[in-house]
């Protein structure tokens, strides 16, 4: 039937009843979790906006757009009578969330009213694909099925439900496995990043905002969810599915009452599996609850629940024998019976819908769980609010008037304000940050140094790995200064945004985009030879300095840096081409370029690629002694090349850059920075450091420093290196150099020990960064 007529049948049996709700096979052709299904987003798109039509239990809402024109799309399911009121059940949760408008006698009055809001979100990761699968089937379930449970979902909670975080991945994996289907590369990861620019990063953006993903899901700005529960997959052998309580260390600021919420629902998640018959939950395991980049709701009143389940190969099954299964994963051995690992999964075939199933039990238990416990969940979420807003140490902070870097001020300010922090302005002109705010713990994280416990894994034993990093202190990362305060300044009023800058100085953040901005625009740029500072009209004494020709190379193994490199690059305005290894290995490459940059990766997977084998041939392979042969020549030409963390590594194996990595081979024991902001110093006089000041934090990752007699314009100080976060070994790194210019030919091959450009957040290192580009 034409969609015409259906819908003319619907007007017509309208007064009777809906059309049926479709079923998934019905749209898709096959049971949710078939081998081999896998889903394109248009088909998953049509489906939800389909069940409005059938349902008065859902609605459905495109929010915007994906970084590549894919229609992002939310759900909220609830009952009937919910529905029909949602401003109602909005100003309940914009109330509770803010104890300063809501007395405690209306508070008992609206959590008894209220309901509980739970978001759920899928497959922000694009290969841990089963999640969109399971929330297909699972609102076909809440649409239809009348058991007690759904009764009480209904009832009780508002549903949000993102089939996907990232609907751009959804169709780059499915493409990619279709192809590779019944080949020997059936079940593979792309050859390329699953979102545009910071492909797997992109759950570690929700403090800086920087893509559109991020900044679509206002979901949790708009509804405050009591419960986010984002659905992940992870390493096939060892527990097919991990629920909350998380690991330490839990991040300071988080408040107790979130994370006691969080241990009740996960573990009754987890016995809800339990009880369905599924095999191999761990809980308190391998996740810790430390970086905001991952956790925004933690800081904002809310839980998240995390499940992780066991993968199979993409949508083909798998077999897992049992001598595979891993016998020291973190807080657990997969083949032994522990508290927290109670039945473990004998091994054997694993298939997609297994990882379904799993997550239907653990979906419809986490929103019982968020029903059952509705009004407690109510006042406890106002009682953190109130627990937030009464922090009296420090009283707040103050990001003081004219600050060497007015851009990056204003980004600090525009993030912590997507993040809703509040902002006031004193009489002096400041921004001030008071704590008596409902998510005064989310800015104090942000705007206080970390102190990550020293963690082993056992008593003397090596360091345990954080989950993820170990530093977000955001004005080391920014070059802004900003004060903890201890009273409330004099003349405070509501906040505005510092205007522009009026100057342009290289270290200026708004000013190198003035200035990209006459670059890309074909125009002309003049920097002073001694402070370093740009003007984009001619000034007596200045020099007009040339537009670089930027390559960026690009492998086909996926890399986040090399796409966070794209994002700030585009960014900031500048141009630049992809290099691939064959483009490389041609040679001649000083007549197109004037720099070449080398995002973060091993030294190994830049010279090799994907092995044989692995992929298909047109994807293996590296730079290889060809690659090497024309860079060197590159460079002797006057050509420069950048080398970013890791991969510096490269150059001094194969280019013959005279440079020793002194932390090279140093066990994790003595040596460890996983993630971390250290104190450096500069020398201004050199090129590389024009314009930024003589101390500066970088970020450093388990990065090299050296020993060299080339020019060296950032090294670490004698101590104190440690600015945030966590670092063994100090003593190796003491007056080592963070940054080597090395003269090869007429050109430059510049090594960063650091990531200048981390995940868009280091906004006092882009500068040195920059500064190499237009070297
Ligand atoms: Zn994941």
Redesign the pocket.
């Known amino acids: 039937m034409s969609r015409k007529y259906a819908a003319g049948w619907l007007f017509l049996g309208l007064a009777v009843c809906r059309a049926a709700v479709p079923s998934p096979e019905s749209h898709f052709g096959q049971r949710m979790g078939a081998d081999q299904m896998v889903l394109d987003w248009a088909k998953v798109v049509s489906y939800f906006q389909s069940l409005p039509d059938a349902s008065d239990r859902i609605r459905v809402e495109e929010l915007g757009k994906s970084t590549e024109g894919r229609p992002f799309i939310a759900a909220t399911i609830a009952s009937p009578e919910t529905l029909a009121h949602l401003d109602r059940y909005r100003e309940i949760q914009r109330r509770l969330a803010d104890p300063r408008l809501t007395t405690g006698s209306e508070a008992e009055r609206l959590a008894a009213e209220g309901k509980t809001v739970v978001l759920i979100t899928c497959s922000?990761?694009a290969t841990?694909l089963a999640s969109t699968q399971t929330a297909v089937e699972f609102a076909y379930r809440l649409l239809t099925e009348d058991t007690p449970r759904i009764r009480a979902i209904l009832r009780n909670t508002i549903f949000l439900l993102v089939p996907s975080l990232n609907p751009d991945g959804v169709d780059i994996v499915t493409r990619w496995y279709r192809r590779t289907l019944g080949t020997p590369f059936e079940g593979s990861s792309p050859p390329e990043l699953y979102q545009k620019y910071v492909g797997?990063d992109n759950?570690r953006d929700w403090y800086m905002f920087t893509q559109k993903e991020t900044q679509l899901a206002k979901l949790h700005n708009v509804w405050h969810p009591q419960i986010v529960y984002d659905v992940?997959?992870?390493g096939s052998n060892a527990a097919r599915i991990f629920v909350p309580p998380w690991l330490d260390p839990i991040e300071p600021n988080i408040d107790a009452i979130i994370m006691q919420e969080s241990n009740m629902i996960g573990t009754a998640m987890a016995a809800d599996l339990t009880a369905a018959g599924q095999k191999g939950v761990a809980i308190h395991a391998m996740y810790d609850f430390w970086t905001p980049s991952r956790h925004y709701q933690a800081f904002h009143g809310g839980m998240r629940i995390l499940t992780?389940s066991a993968s199979a190969k993409l949508a083909s099954p798998i077999t897992v024998k049992a001598e595979q299964l891993e016998t020291e994963a973190l807080g657990y051995n997969a083949r032994e019976r522990s508290w927290n690992f109670l039945e473990p999964w004998p091994g054997g075939v694993w298939k997609l819908r297994d990882i379904v199933d799993d997550q239907l039990i653990a979906m419809e238990s986490c929103l019982y769980q968020a029903a059952l416990h509705r009004e407690e969940l109510l006042r406890n979420f106002y009682n953190i609010g109130q627990r937030q807003t009464a922090r009296k140490s420090p009283w707040g902070f103050a990001i003081a008037a004219g600050q060497r870097d007015p851009g990056a001020t204003r980004k600090l300010l525009e993030t912590l304000s997507f993040g809703q922090t509040e902002i006031e302005h004193d009489a002096a002109g400041d921004q001030v940050i008071r704590m008596e705010q409902p998510y005064s713990g989310w800015a104090k994280a942000l705007l206080e140094r970390q102190h990550y416990p020293d963690m082993r894994l056992y008593p003397g034993g090596p360091p345990q790995r954080p989950y993820d990093v170990t530093a977000h202190t955001l004005p080391l990362l920014m070059g802004v200064q900003v004060n903890a305060l201890d009273s409330a300044p004099p003349g405070l009023a509501q906040g505005r945004l510092p205007g522009k800058p009026a100057t342009l100085k290289a270290a200026d953040s708004d000013a190198w985009r003035e200035v990209s901005r006459v670059w890309t625009g074909g125009g002309k740029v003049w920097r002073d030879p001694l402070t370093g500072d740009f003007a984009t009209a001619s000034m007596s004494g200045w020099k007009q300095i040339a537009r670089p020709r930027i390559g960026l190379y690009r492998s086909f193994i996926p890399n986040n840096d090399e796409g966070w490199t794209r994002w700030l690059l585009e960014d900031f305005g500048f141009l630049y081409s992809s290099l691939g290894n064959k483009e490389i290995q041609k040679g001649s490459l000083r007549q197109r370029f004037d720099v070449i940059v080398f995002p973060d990766a091993t030294p190994e997977s830049m010279e090799n690629g994907f092995a044989a084998g692995r992929m298909p041939p047109e994807y293996t392979g590296g730079l290889g002694t060809g690659g090497a042969e024309a860079l060197r020549q590159f460079a002797a030409a006057g050509g420069t090349l950048i080398f970013l963390n890791r991969a510096s590594e490269y150059a001094t194996r194969h280019l013959g850059v005279a440079a020793r990595n002194v932390v090279h081979g140093v066990s994790n024991n003595e040596y460890y920075s996983p993630g971390s902001i250290l104190n450096a110093r500069l020398d201004t006089h050199h090129p590389l450091a024009a314009g930024l000041p003589e101390d500066l934090a970088i970020w450093s990752e388990q990065s090299p420093a050296w020993e060299t007699a080339e020019a060296a314009p950032v090294h670490y100080p004698e101590s104190n290196v440690l600015a945030s976060g966590w670092l063994l070994g100090e003593k190796y790194l003491a007056r080592k150099a963070a940054l080597v210019d090395a003269r090869i030919g007429t050109g430059h091959i510049v090594l960063f020990g650091m990531r200048p450009q981390y995940r868009a957040q280091s906004y006092q290192t882009f500068k040195l960064f920059f500064n190499a580009l237009i070297y």
Request: aromatic letters at 0%.
């Open positions: 922000i990761h841990e797997h759950n992940h997959q992870m992780e």
